[in-house]
């Protein structure tokens, strides 16, 4: 069956995507928005992060992604642990600030300790707090495995998650 048969539309195939179209197309996928977030010694440090998604419900596994470039993730793979904080709607502020490199990007902010020893962010809508359990590179990314050792479930409310969507945060309808 061919294309036109089967009532299909593909764009020409080729082995050479354009990086700015592929960024622009991945931009139709929503997507929550978190910070993965570590200490190592005394340093904080942490990341925000989009690509984030659960893997296995036994063992409790979640993964996320990261630029292989990033000047946080050796700190988390030394540490061998972190957190990910689900943000609220609201920190959006929070989203941009740990978006930033170099600065300090704990300035600020409120947090606390989870059970790990992670940086949790205070007003965050859930966090998990995970062990690093595998590490694959992929590309230009290095795909970070984590077990779940613990959660926090905040109580359900009116908030809403912090959600990015064609290059802007973005909320859900009829939840605002």
Not at 11 to 33: K, V
Not at 82 to 87: C, D, H, R, S, W
Not at 143 to 166: D, R, S
């Amino acid at each position: 069956m061919t294309t036109q048969e089967s009532g299909l539309t593909m764009s020409c195939f080729s082995s050479a995507i354009d990086p700015a179209r592929f960024r622009e197309a991945l931009g139709y996928y929503a997507s929550g928005i978190t910070v993965i977030s570590s200490q190592l010694d005394d340093e904080p440090v942490g990341f925000t992060c989009q690509s984030f998604y659960s893997v296995s419900m036994n063992p409790p596994l979640v993964s996320f992604s990261v630029m292989a470039s990033s000047l946080s993730y050796p700190k988390i793979r030394c540490a061998g642990r972190f957190a990910v904080n689900i943000l609220a709607g609201e920190q959006v502020a929070i989203s941009n600030q740990f978006a930033r490199r170099g600065a300090d990007k704990w300035e600020g902010i409120e947090r606390h300790q989870s059970p790990l020893g992670n940086p949790v962010i205070a007003g965050c809508l859930h966090w998990f707090d995970c062990e690093v359990h595998a590490e694959h590179v992929a590309g230009d990314h290095v795909i970070v495995i984590g077990e779940v050792k613990a959660l926090k479930l905040q109580e359900a409310g009116e908030e809403q998650p912090l959600l990015y969507f064609k290059g802007q945060y973005a909320t859900l309808p009829g939840l605002a």
